[in-house]
């Protein structure tokens, strides 16, 4: 962690937003089905081990493999995992969490449900799914390690060696049928404790990757038809165009670079930055929310960033991000407030190579520069999309990158008032591709979401996502005005 990384000052502009209404998100459930099953119709196989093979422990850490034995290639997304336990008392309450997973944990969801009919070894179960970025899997490939882990909420030690599902002997993989398997519905592998199918409708009001229930929040899919779709001011949001810092200068900050396409269903937005390696050939892209209305919760993107130019030469320092943000009211005031995710493909600000950074903001001076922050970083390429997520409590700032910690930083850095959202793409100066041969870059952003004084995890914030688009809501912001 490093406190004194000399970055330019940002000046932007905002005015007030409206907030629009809130949409009810229903889950219905489905029939239930025979309560065992072998590997037959789709050749899908369970496999289990555990990491804590303990009577107790302070956490369950059931680690699963999905392998597909069939014939033919199996959707992720159509597949659905349980892992049944007996609850440590009738109002305990669990949590779930992935520690690591060749999948990427933020391809994966965990839901807690109640039985239907509990036995003395089962009243509750652990549903393990898939988001459509896990992918599929061809025949005779498997998922690679998941591991997974749940523990009381309060933390208190539970009990399982009265559990359905737990094998303590089973230290290594093997294939466990006192897990089930359903595919599109159908139970293929496994058998459920007696009396109990395993397509049984979760209990909405325990598990942690659950939506959460109230809280206001902005969600916006960013479905737009261009940069001048009347719906964009609607919503809240500004493309700018003013000019001024961050980055090269005489550079212009062009809205018509901000476009949007439709991509496997659903809609993203393209920040398109260019040059010719000149100031005055230099187009920087920006998004944000007029309103700085933003402060404690959770803020979630999807990001795609990019290595290489669209076209052109490469090597231009460029910097692709995901912040939130106030306004500098006097140098070195103590109620600026920002929190950064900043990806430098071509490296800048000192490094030689690719760099992803996350940076919470106390204050800085832009001149002489000093600045009063903590940022974390990963020395390595982040090309492709990747799931951001930062949360902001009264405590701490923690940072996530597909669905892994990523850095926590302490309470001198929380926020004193709130902030806007921004989306932007520029560079920080001309040095790294002295090349006129044009070239242009693009940051790729799928969704934004915050959720207004609740921490979420990775995976809440992946089921939230996904409750939206189930009931084909674009937008929605029920965040109050500041």
């Known amino acids: 962690m490093n406190t004194s990384r000399r970055k330019p000052q940002r000046s932007r502009l905002r005015t007030a937003a409206a907030s629009a209404a809130a949409v009810a998100l229903a889950a219905t459930g489905l029939a239930a089905l025979p309560s065992s099953a072998s590997a037959a119709a789709d050749g899908i196989v369970v496999q289990y081990r555990t990491s804590a093979s303990g009577a107790s422990a302070d956490q369950s850490e059931p680690w699963l493999k999905v392998r597909n034995a069939g014939s033919t290639s199996v959707p992720l997304s159509s597949v659905k995992v349980r892992y049944y336990f007996k609850a440590d008392s009738a109002s305990a309450a669990y949590r779930f969490a992935c520690s690591w997973a060749v999948k990427g944990c933020a391809n994966i969801t965990g839901t807690f449900g109640t039985l239907a009919s509990p036995t003395a070894t089962a009243d509750r179960y652990l549903e393990i799914g898939f ?7 061809a025949p005779g490939a498997d998922t690679g390690d998941m591991q997974l882990r749940f523990h009381q909420a309060s933390w208190a030690s539970l009990i399982q060696s009265d559990d359905y599902s737990f094998g303590p002997e089973r230290t290594t993989y093997g294939d466990w049928s ?9 139970l293929v592998w496994g058998q459920a404790p007696a009396g109990n ?8 009001t325990d598990p942690p990757t659950d939506p959460p229930g109230d809280g206001a929040r902005l969600f916006d899919d960013f479905n737009y038809s261009s940069h001048t779709d009347p719906k964009i001011n609607a919503n809240g949001w500004s493309v700018r165009s003013n000019s001024g810092g961050p980055g090269v200068p005489g550079a212009t900050w062009a809205p018509e670079n901000v476009t949007f396409a439709s991509q496997s269903g659903n809609s993203v937005m393209n920040l398109e930055t260019s040059t010719a390696g000149t100031g005055a050939s230099t187009k920087h892209t920006e998004i944000l929310t007029k309103s ?3 402060k404690n919760g959770t803020y979630a993107s999807r990001v ?3 290595d290489a130019p669209r076209s052109g030469p490469d090597g231009d320092r460029i910097v692709q991000t995901f912040f939130t943000i106030n306004d500098l009211k006097a140098p070195m005031a103590d109620d600026y407030a920002e929190y950064d995710f900043e990806y430098l493909p071509n490296g800048g600000w000192g490094e030689p190579a690719n760099i992803l950074y996350t940076t919470s903001w106390e204050t800085y001076r832009p001149d002489p520069w000093e600045a009063v922050n903590a940022h974390s970083e990963v020395r390595a390429s982040y090309a492709g999309w990747h799931d951001l997520v930062v949360t902001i409590d009264n405590n ?9 910690h990523f850095g926590t930083h302490g309470a001198a850095f929380l926020p004193e008032r709130p902030m806007s959202i921004n989306f932007n793409q520029w560079l920080i100066d001309l040095q790294g591709q002295p090349s006129t041969t044009p070239r242009s870059y693009d940051q790729q952003v799928d ?10 995890t990775p995976a809440q914030v992946n089921a939230l996502v996904g409750s939206y688009r189930s009931a084909g809501k674009t937008f929605e912001d029920t965040v109050p005005g500041s």
């Open 197 to 204: 199918g395993p397509t049984d409708p979760p209990d909405p």
């Open 178 to 186: 006192k897990v089930t398997a359903q595919v599109n519905g159908a």
């Open 447 to 456: 969704y934004v979401l915050h959720v207004k004084d609740q921490v979420l």
């Open 131 to 137: 988001t459509p970025g896990a992918g599929s899997l």
């Open 292 to 294: 700085m209305k933003f």
């Open 396 to 404: 701490q700032i923690t940072y996530y990158v597909d669905g892994q």
């Open 304 to 306: 795609k960033f990019s």
